[in-house]
Nanobody, 128 residues
Framework: QVQLVESGGGLVQAGGSLRLSCVDSGRTFSGHVMGWFRQAPGKEREFVAAIRRSGGSTYYADSVKDRFTISRDNAANTVYLQMNSLKPEDTAVYYC?????????????????????WGQGTQVTVSS
């Protein structure tokens, strides 16, 4: 059974950094795509970043490009999200997600409806 567990959230001042981690503790799962999404109060869950398990292709939302970096350690079944130059508008619950199959279309990476498994989320709060 797939279990995604996020960690690394917290409170940070604007301009600061945080690194989120997501461990896939499932014994049989080998998700081809791992992603990060976030949801602020009163807003829909939105795409942040994604990475393919093989090849390492990465995808970012425009709002975080050049500030956030997604990476993975396949041997450790872990995906990271390094967040730099944080802004108050980055405040949200951040969710790790996994998709079992390789998408046929680039747009699939950006859609929360095309991920099969989700973590419980970790709170990130950026103070001004």
């Amino acid at each position: 059974q797939v279990q995604l567990v996020e960690s690394g959230g917290g409170l940070v001042q604007a301009g600061g950094s945080l690194r989120l981690s997501c461990v896939d503790s499932g014994r049989t799962f080998s998700g081809h795509v791992m992603g990060w999404f976030r949801q602020a109060p009163g807003k829909e869950r939105e795409f942040v970043a994604a990475i393919r398990r093989s090849g390492g292709s990465t995808y970012y939302a425009d709002s975080v490009k050049d500030r956030f970096t997604i990476s993975r350690d396949n041997a450790a079944n872990t995906v990271y999200l390094q967040m730099n130059s944080l802004k108050p508008e980055d405040t949200a619950v951040y969710y790790c997600a996994a998709r079992a199959q390789i998408p046929k279309f680039i747009s699939t990476y950006y859609s929360r409806n095309h991920y099969d498994y989700w973590g419980q989320g970790t709170q990130v709060t950026v103070s001004s």
